[in-house]
């Protein structure tokens, strides 16, 4: 098994922009998440 000798790359972390609107466009997929925590509702009852 190969070990990795050269440690890896520091990395700067992107700085904030402050934009007039929130981004938005057709071709991305947003999903809604609370507390950090993504909500999958689930129900075992029938629906008629």
């Known amino acids: 098994m190969a070990v990795a000798t050269d440690p890896l790359p520091k ?22 998440k609370f507390d950090g925590f993504r909500a999958l509702p689930a129900s075992t009852v029938s629906v008629s």
């Open 11 to 32: 990395m700067t972390p992107m700085r904030l922009t402050q934009q007039a609107k929130p981004f938005d466009h057709p071709e991305w997929l947003f999903e809604v």
